[in-house]
């Protein structure tokens, strides 16, 4: 259920609950009251919740009994009327009943329970021989006295007009009903306590609890424990929110464990570049010295160390190139200059030079090309030249020792793309260390006392550049027999878009935009001089 489904529901349930349970609980305390008040002022009749509305109709009800009792007593023995035993007691039972009892015989009161005084009796009561027309319903006396008055009319044994009069004070709360009202009161709290009891539960649960839980999550965070989980159990917004939270603390569990390993590739980076950049600069300082202090005493020595320290030289500043490259790699960096390219033209220009240096290296190249000669890709010549060249530097790094080496540049028209081949017989890869070989860093050989140097960036580069051409790279290894490396890249077609990561895209649009508006401006100030 959403949070705004249950605050509504909340809201219904604040509103209605109090109501229903209140009614419910006040309407049995009302019939137990009302049963309770029949049985001890011994109303006859049936009494609802209608009858509570004045205590008066009830305080005139009780008295309805004796009131009746008195006039059939008036009938058939009036005499008792003035009995002081039989007054007596019916003033007992009136007394009970929250009334008294006045008998007045001629103009005089022979009896009376009211805490009246006489004065005022007088006041209230009717004339004896008017007694007769107030009904059963009584008289009500206002003012000063709030007091109803039932009367029954006789005569005594002297012949003179008599009357008894059944005094009700309509200003004073039967017992019951106060209690009524108590217990009303006292239910109304309950109910009030019992409601906000439920509501609190639901929403500390539905509420307080999972901002607890979230709270709590990102105190972890804070503290740096990004493996604490909240699993989401809602279907709300906090579910939502939990959802989110969680992707949340996954993107930075990740940065930062893309980070911890950034870390150490850069740390792994810093020292293979060290390493390698210590091996050539020691033998360029030591043919250095040779020259210095005349070890090199022929021209041909000279030559030779002269050469030596050149290609020392070339091998610090592929290093370096490689950790310029390598810190575009991860921002998208790595500037392309795409231009259609002829597969046989570029291909046999890039053997031709490769052969040159690998001649020097007593290593044996090896070149075909199958395929239309006029076939044409889409490519920046000079990084997919900078592939060719660490692949073939990777297969003479790791040439075996047992066997003369040997690399083959194999190029093939596969209809849709073009597919190039570069196999050497070196050692090869084990079967393990195949899927891991364009990593970072990567060397099947950790020894950094092994005669293989190199920075460990190099095929990771060669297929960051090969997916930036839209193109796939993977290898082929036997250990001991040597290693093929494929490579796909798109043929050209008309109207075929360049394919340059985003960014760049982005910036040469931002670069063109923004010499336009430059052109403007100079055109306007142009105009503006004239």
């Known amino acids: ?22 009614a419910i609980a006040i309407y049995i305390v009302i019939n137990r009251q009302l049963n309770q008040i029949k049985i001890t002022y011994g109303i006859e009749g049936d009494y609802k919740f209608s009858d509570l509305y004045s205590s008066g109709a009830i305080l005139s009800s009780m ?12 009938v058939t023995d009036p005499a008792r009327l003035t009995d002081s035993g039989f007054i007596e007691d019916l003033s007992g039972q009136l007394n009970t009943k929250l009334s008294s009892l006045v008998v007045m015989e001629g103009n005089n009161i022979t009896y009376s329970s009211s805490p009246l005084d006489r004065k005022q009796l007088r006041e209230l009561l009717p004339d004896p021989e008017l007694a007769g027309n107030l009904g059963s319903t009584g008289l009500y006396k206002g003012g000063e006295f709030k007091t109803l008055v039932k009367a029954v009319n006789f005569t005594n044994a002297k012949g003179q007009s008599s009357a008894v009069y059944i005094l009700t004070p309509m200003n004073q709360i039967i017992p ?14 309950e109910v009030m306590a019992f409601t906000s009891f439920i509501l609190y539960f639901w929403i500390n649960r539905s509420v307080i609890k999972p901002i607890d839980r979230l709270r709590l999550g990102t105190q972890n965070i804070k503290n740096g424990n990004l493996d604490f989980e909240i699993k989401s159990v809602n279907n709300d917004e906090f579910g939502d929110l939990y959802k989110d939270f969680e992707e949340m603390r996954m993107r930075l569990n990740r940065s930062a464990l893309e980070k911890e390993k950034s870390d150490i590739e850069e740390k792994e980076l810093i020292r293979n570049i060290s390493h390698d950049l210590k091996t050539p600069l020691t033998a360029v300082k030591g043919y250095v010295e040779g020259l210095r202090d005349g070890i090199a005493d022929t021209p041909e020595k000279q030559k030779k160390y002269i050469i030596t320290i050149s290609n020392k030289v070339e091998d610090m500043d592929r290093l370096i190139d490689e950790l310029t490259l390598f810190s575009r790699l991860d921002t998208n960096r790595i500037p392309y200059e795409m231009v259609k390219i002829n597969v046989k033209d570029y291909f046999d220009d890039c053997v031709e030079e490769l052969d040159m240096d690998l001649g020097a290296q007593d290593i044996t190249l090896k070149y075909a090309f199958y395929g239309d000669e006029s076939m044409e890709i889409k490519a920046d010549p000079n990084q997919l030249k900078r592939v060719i060249s660490n692949i073939v530097s990777n297969s003479v790094k790791y040439k075996s020792p047992d066997r003369p080496c040997v690399i083959e540049i194999s190029v093939f028209d ?14 090869g890869i084990n079967m393990k260390d195949i899927p891991r070989v364009f990593d970072r860093f990567y060397r099947s050989d950790e020894s950094r006392t092994s005669p293989q140097s190199g920075s460990g960036i190099g095929l990771a580069i060669v297929k960051k550049i090969i997916e930036d051409h839209k193109g796939r790279i993977w290898v082929d290894s036997v250990e001991g027999e040597g290693t093929t490396f494929h490579i796909n890249l798109l043929r050209y077609k008309e109207g075929m878009q360049l394919s340059l990561p985003d960014n760049q895209i982005k910036s040469r649009k931002k670069k063109k935009k923004e010499q336009k508006e430059q052109k403007e401006q100079k055109e306007q100030k142009g105009g503006t001089n004239e």
């Open 63 to 74: 008295t309805d009994s004796v009131y009746d009792e008195l006039q059939s007593m008036a």
């Open 176 to 189: 019951q009903l106060r209690n009524l009202m108590i217990e009303a009161f006292i239910i109304i709290i």
């Open 1 to 22: 259920m959403k949070l705004r489904t249950k605050l509504k529901v909340a809201f219904i349930i604040m509103a209605a609950l109090p109501i229903i349970l209140g």
């Open 414 to 427: 596969e209809g849709d793309y073009i597919h190039v081949e570069l196999t050497d017989n070196g050692k």
